[in-house]
């Protein structure tokens, strides 16, 4: 009698658990799928080898691509911002990381201190974020990012007028 019990007691618990047991399995399994490497060959690139473009977001910025496509997805890039540019308040629709490796940046989220950031600075941006970009006016800015998508620049909307 208590072998068909513990039988039943246990039949009835794999029933229940499997399906749960399977999908973690199936879980774990997809996230151990190693991400597609971004270069096939080891790249270096001194800035003379650099291809400077228009950003299509400001023609202001100038950004040499060093890895994916900016108006597809992730992407890595260098920007070159003028003496005192400044973005305005805006947003990305994806996760920006920079660093900053010449001049000084100034950034801050909507309603948050400014803060200057000089070279070897970093600064993350999470998408959707309103924030400022600026270039302190005492000399050019450099700035290397890694965004997780596309590149978009959201201006934010002027306060409407009561």
């Known amino acids: 009698m208590k072998f068909l019990l513990r039988s ?47 950003n299509p977001a400001n023609a202001e910025v100038t950004m040499a691509v060093v890895w994916g496509d900016p108006a597809k997805g992730p992407h890595a890039a260098f920007h070159k911002f003028k003496p005192g540019f400044d973005a305005g308040l805006h947003s990305h629709s994806s996760d920006m990381r920079i660093a900053v490796i010449s001049g000084t940046m100034i950034g801050g989220a909507e ?6 950031l000089p070279a070897g600075s970093y600064e993350f941006q999470p998408h959707g974020v309103k924030h400022v970009t600026k270039c302190d006016a005492a000399s050019a800015c450099v700035i290397f990012v890694t965004a997780s998508g596309p590149f978009d620049l959201t201006p934010a909307e002027a306060p409407k007028k009561k």
């Open 8 to 54: 039943a007691l246990v039949a009835c618990s794999l029933l229940v658990f499997a399906p749960a047991i399977l999908a973690e399995d199936a879980k774990a399994a997809a996230a151990g799928a190693k991400p597609a490497p971004m270069h096939a060959a080891f790249v270096a690139m001194a800035p003379d080898e650099m291809k400077w473009i228009a």
């Open 111 to 116: 309603g948050a201190p400014e803060k200057k």
